[in-house]
């Protein structure tokens, strides 16, 4: 865990006080010895023995969040920052922050290159800031991201130049240098922040290749922050959002209009329906969208071969109960298909569960590649079936081929009835055979697909489970071993994250951006509760996702880095008694733990927030900075007891 690293200055001795107007009773959480010393500036009227220069306000919370517990507090420790919290009733509507210090100058967050600091008229550096930080948020709001360096746990790249490292540089939303920590360290500026992944390991941010997280939840109402909350939650920072019909396509064109898109999202284009059915000439009227960065793209169109949502797959065996599943098109029809959307820019998609499915697309697709490079790289979905003397075909056609992780042993043993085309016994080793495709196929680029919310519990840590143990645990505790057939088709660790990181972003175009940990590439990361390389096998599922960044900013933050997300106060109104143009009050209450009030004046300063009604403070951060450069006293006297806040009615 790390936070900000301010530096401490000194000037003519003074005092410090935190003025908090409105009726209300606080005590400190715990003994003061437990922190830093700067950590309980503030919180009393105290006297130091050089007096305080810079005050940085960097959080105040409110909201019906609980006190945090001991354990939550930042421990003593020169390389962190300093948190403290508290928890106040403000009855009144009227929140004010006195801030009684030296001329001050902001803590910037940031790589080593910062900018110069500001100055007021009188050319002295200032200001006093503020910022906030919500106490235990799950998800960030948009602004601009911070600048950091991970380090102290394994930082699995999926670069093969260099598969591991020790640190990683981030600045604005991009990843700037991958090393090792004497490489990085001199990158590491003052205000830097820093992570300490205290062994947890560091992995590219997941991408889910071929889901369905906005079409059925949109179409069911749900809020499309909550969508794609809980898509990052499981540290997925892309997604293809596969058969999207006209309706679905308006909605999300709106919402990226709006900017609410915020997970990377590669949409592919309804050309027919699960029972077969085509949706019409809507498609080529919307030109295909790969820019960098966007977070929309329009990837291209997805055509369902055969059944399995609506009809069955189309197999070369009798289902359970009857027929040999629907065959929507042949290789020839297929082959036209492609033509038509590849000629208008557009990668196509191909569902393909049953073995005659895969077969056809696979001969529809050769036709269409011929030998190239696959530019547009055309994919096949699913490859849920196939007979062993097809499994060589891939590196020959040249397609990508997009494979399910999480592995249904309950349903062949008949515990679980949500897969309702399993094989019979003598054919089930053909099913999901991917030690076989992976082994026979080197050339072919394999990407991982969750379907959600087909497969509900394919998140990416069930899915990396999955393929490695084959092994299943249903939610009423039901514990399916699998059979020797099906575990001769387990993939390594290593593997399951190369598919799930680099070969998804590599089916969606995106692996110029994403899908690896390398300088240049976008800040998607995912921290991981331990090392995957190094966890039994049967631990994998175990796995936590503890931190998800997107585009460079916390997106996701567990207990262990809850203070890396950011929540915004609620909306109230914010008034200061000086502020600089480019630190304005309204910084204190965005939510941003970038951004800051700054006065850029002389002491004594004050901020003044008005909420819409009672509102409960709970958090506060306050760092210290001091200038000029030189020792600094205990920001407390000997006559500093538990207890005395400074606290004033209105």
Known sequence: MSAFRPSLRNCSSGESRLFFLGPAIATPPVDPGFYEPVAMVGFASVKTLGALSVLSFTEVVVGDTPAPSLAEFVPRNPRRG??????????????????????????????????????????????????????????????????????????????????????????????????????????????????????????????????HYYGRLLDEGEDPVEVQDRILSVGVTAVGEAGVNPDQWATLKALDEE??????????????????????????????????????????????????????????????????????????QVEAIVRRYADAGLQVAIHALGDRAVETTLEGLDRVIDGTDNPLRHRIEHNAVVRPEMRSRYDQVGAVAVIFGSFGTCAYLGLDDRFRFSAP??????????????????????????????FAESTPVASIGGFVTRYQELDDGTRCEPEPYHLKHAITVEEALELMTFGSAYALHRDDEIGSIEAGKLADLVVLSADPRTTPPRELFELEVELTVLDGVSAYCGAAFEYMCATPSPESEVAASASLPDHPPGHAVDGNPVTHWGAGADVPQWIEIHFDGEMEVTGVRLTVDQYPPGPTGMPYGDDWQPGNWSIWPM
């Open 82 to 211: 300093y948190l403290d919290s508290m928890r106040s009733r403000v009855v009144s509507p009227i929140f004010v922050l006195v801030l009684s210090a030296c001329t001050t100058a902001s803590v910037t967050t940031g790589s080593s290159v910062t900018s110069p600091p500001a100055t007021t008229t009188q050319g002295t550096e200032a200001p006093a800031t503020a910022t906030t930080i919500g106490p235990s948020p799950t998800t960030s709001v948009d602004f601009e991201p911070m600048n950091m360096v991970f380090t102290g746990g394994p930082i699995i790249t999926m670069d093969p130049a260099r598969p591991v490292a020790e640190a990683v540089v981030i600045q604005g939303n991009r990843i700037v240098a991958v090393g090792s920590e004497g490489e990085i360290d001199p990158l590491i500026g003052e205000g830097t922040l820093l992570v300490d992944l205290d062994g947890r390991a560091l992995v590219p941010g997941f991408v889910d290749a071929h889901s």
């Open 259 to 332: 900017g609410r898109i915020r997970v990377r999202t590669s949409v592919y284009l309804a050309h027919d329906d699960s029972c077969g059915d085509e949706t019409g000439d809507w498609i080529l009227d919307i030109e295909p969208n790969r820019a960098p960065e966007d977070r929309l793209h329009v990837g291209g169109v997805k055509v369902f071969t055969d059944g399995g949502s609506c009809n069955a797959p189309a197999v070369s065996y009798e289902h359970g109960f009857g027929g040999m599943g629907d065959l929507y098109y042949d290789a020839a």
């Open 425 to 454: 016994i003598e054919n089930q080793e053909w099913e999901w055979p991917w030690r076989d495709l992976l082994d026979l196929n080197p050339n072919t680029v394999f990407a991982w697909h969750a379907d959600y919310p087909v």
